[in-house]
């Protein structure tokens, strides 16, 4: 018998890759936030009462950094006391709770990978709100398992990928980011770190997920010119030069180097980190197929 599992937030780039990547053994049940708002306790309850999932993965977010500055309440309610809500209600019900988090939560002046268990000291007012989000997912539900990660993309939505494969279709230059590092998330890849943690229902706690290695903003988007060159998606190469992050002022302040420590996640996930590079070179081919390029 197939083992129900409801996806929150299923409409976001993450959400789509959880549904097509459900496994035969996975009923998947996923729900858009028109569907299911979970700013409601009441709403959350009676849906997920009606569906009886054994899994919850919470995709559901607020990612907008720099708006969250101006509109701290939607951050907060999307971020935070919803997230508090449905673990709330997945204990009253005995669903065991996944929950999606951020780099965002630290203050990015480690000088190596952070842990799980590494200080949190977010910047800004998305960074806080998430990690209000973690504190109330955790305060309802014990056995609820967090899992961070970071510079996500994928062929749905709106990402920093598609905003540069656009940018470079209509310019000759572009000034990016370079002192910024991190790692580069294509959303498959963390859909499906999350079905394999679905899979160990006897795991809680903070975990973490990205891709392998490690980058600036300048370096990935260099990468996503040379990968979209040679499979035809760009006519021609731009240039593209790097700037600091004092040259590209934004609302909110962004974490210098935000590289997560995996080895917990690959080791009890039983997953092997694939490079970012190699991720984004899949990416760009499905994103073609997608759009029939």
Request: hydrophobic share 45%.
């Amino acid at each position: 018998m197939k083992e129900k599992v409801v996806i929150v937030g299923a409409g976001g780039q993450l959400g789509r890759e959880l549904a097509r990547t459900a496994g035969p053994d996975v009923e998947c049940l996923p729900l858009s936030r028109s569907q299911l708002d979970i700013a409601n306790p009441a709403a959350i309850a009676e849906s997920l009462a009606g569906l009886a999932p054994k899994t919850v993965i919470n995709a559901a977010a607020y990612t907008g950094v720099d708006k969250a500055e101006s509109e701290r309440e939607a951050a907060r309610l999307a971020n935070a006391l919803g997230p508090g809500y449905l673990a709330q209600v997945c204990r009253e019900q005995d669903i065991r709770l996944i929950h999606v988090s951020t780099d965002f939560v630290f203050d990015g002046e480690s000088a190596h990978p952070y842990t799980p268990d590494a200080p949190t000291a977010p910047l800004g007012e998305y960074g806080r709100s998430k990690l209000a989000g973690e504190l109330a997912v955790c305060d309802a539900q014990s056995q609820a398992l967090i899992l961070r990660t970071g510079w996500v993309y994928s062929s749905y939505g709106n990402n920093f990928v598609k905003t540069m494969l656009r940018l470079m279709a209509q310019r000759d230059e572009l000034a990016v980011v370079a002192d910024q590092v991190g790692t580069p998330t294509w959303a498959r890849s963390l859909a499906l770190a999350l079905w394999a943690a679905a899979a160990r229902p006897h795991l809680s706690g903070i975990y973490h997920w990205s891709d392998a290695g490690v980058c600036s903003w300048y370096d990935f988007a260099m990468a996503i010119c040379e990968e979209a060159c040679d499979l035809g998606l760009l006519a021609r190469p731009v240039k593209i030069r790097p700037i600091p992050a004092s040259e590209y002022p934004t609302p909110a302040r962004r974490p210098a180097y935000s590289v997560l420590d995996k080895a917990r996640s690959w080791r009890n996930l039983q997953l092997e980190g694939v490079h970012w590079r190699q991720q984004l070179r899949t990416m760009l081919k499905d994103f073609m197929e997608l759009e029939n390029v």
